[in-house]
């Protein structure tokens, strides 16, 4: 048998617990609450491993809610931040969706947020589905999220005004702006529709 001989609060939600065998051990309220810890309680083996891996999860659960505290971020984000900081997979995945539970972590509202901020920011349907790619954000729920993107004429009339210094530019002007809108993320038929505009504008003037 091996014995909690302290048990010492570190933090509003945190514990180091000591035993006999000389083990030191970071755990957490809920586990405490849980598992009714105390000083001077005896453990069996198994208990004691029981107690370990509560605890491995139970500060990969406080440590992920720290992490979404600071930004926002898809469910594979979270997985993935919390493996590289050392957090094992299944309790990644287990912090993940203890989130999801409660309603903290939320996919299709995320994709739905980066498709705002990415059309506030000026760009296009192709790179916004890069991001929610890049963010691990499952694909059935792109459609829904970019029903956020707002009409996108005037947003690449702006940058093609802004691109093109001259009301007569010439083809390899035309090339670049082109080239330009394109990269941000604007299909081609958008483009030529947006060119043909400023075409038409410089014709007027």
């Not at 349907?125 to 729920?141: M, S, T, V």
């Not at 702006?177 to 043909?196: K, M, P, S, V, W």
Request: a negative charge; proline letters at 2%.
């Amino acid at each position: 048998m091996i014995t909690l001989t302290d048990l010492k609060q570190t933090g509003p939600e945190r514990f180091l617990a000591r035993f006999d065998n000389g083990e030191e051990l970071r755990t957490t309220l809920a586990v405490v609450t849980e598992l009714s810890l105390y000083s001077g309680r005896t453990l069996t083996e198994d208990e004691l491993s029981a107690v370990r891996d509560a605890s491995a999860r139970s500060r990969c659960r406080q440590r992920a809610l720290r992490i979404i505290g600071a930004r926002a971020m898809s469910v594979k984000e979270l997985t993935d931040r919390l493996k590289e900081k050392g957090e094992s997979p299944e309790n990644a995945e287990d912090a993940a969706q203890w989130l999801l539970d409660m309603r903290l972590l939320d996919d299709a509202q995320y994709a739905a947020m980066c498709v705002r901020h990415y059309a506030a920011k000026g760009y296009g349907p192709g790179k916004i589905r890069n991001e929610l790619y890049r963010r691990g954000i499952a694909r059935e729920l792109w459609d829904e999220a970019l029903e956020e993107l707002p009409e996108q004429g005037d947003r690449i009339d702006a940058l093609l005004r802004r691109k093109l210094k001259s009301d007569t530019p010439d083809r390899a002007e035309l090339r670049k702006a082109a080239d330009y809108l394109y990269r941000r993320g604007f299909g081609r038929d958008e483009i030529h529709a947006a060119l043909a505009r400023y075409s038409e504008l410089s014709e007027e003037d």
